[in-house]
Nanobody, 134 residues
Framework: QLQLVESGGDLVQPGGSLSLSCTASGFSLNNYTIGWFRRTPGKEREGISC????????NYADSVKGRFTISGDNTKNTIYLQMNNLKPEDTAVYYCAADSSSRAFYRCSGYVGGYRARADFDFWGQGTQVTVSS
């Protein structure tokens, strides 16, 4: 079965850190674009970061730039989102998505920093909850 599974969500205090994982099963993440998105109640999905696993290119929404880092481990077929200096407004369900299209990184970049009801990716994970609260 081809799927993405996120993990690592938790309750953390403001200023704390978390590392989210996005692991693929049934396919290799080589030559894929991976996007991280988040969603809070009442809002559309926000694009926060993209990674092209072939080129290593990345981008970030202004809301997370300097605090979040996206990276990949080919040996584990996993993409990570390291989140530092977390703020209450980072509270959301976080999703990863993967697409193998040659234009996927370009599309993903268009999602970053924006709120959309729909983002076209081949695969989506089920989401992991991040809560930032004291």
């Amino acid at each position: 079965q081809l799927q993405l599974v996120e993990s690592g969500g938790d309750l953390v205090q403001p200023g704390g850190s978390l590392s989210l994982s996005c692991t693929a099963s049934g396919f290799s993440l080589n030559n894929y674009t991976i996007g991280w998105f988040r969603r809070t109640p009442g809002k559309e999905r926000e694009g926060i970061s993209c990674l092209n696993t072939r080129t290593g290119s990345t981008n970030y929404a202004d809301s997370v730039k300097g605090r979040f880092t996206i990276s990949g481990d080919n040996t584990k077929n996993t993409i990570y989102l390291q989140m530092n200096n977390l703020k209450p407004e980072d509270t959301a369900v976080y999703y990863c998505a993967a697409d193998s299209s040659s234009r996927a990184f370009y599309r993903c970049s268009g999602y970053v920093g924006g709120y959309r009801a729909r983002a076209d990716f081949d695969f989506w994970g089920q989401g992991t909850q991040v809560t930032v609260s004291s």
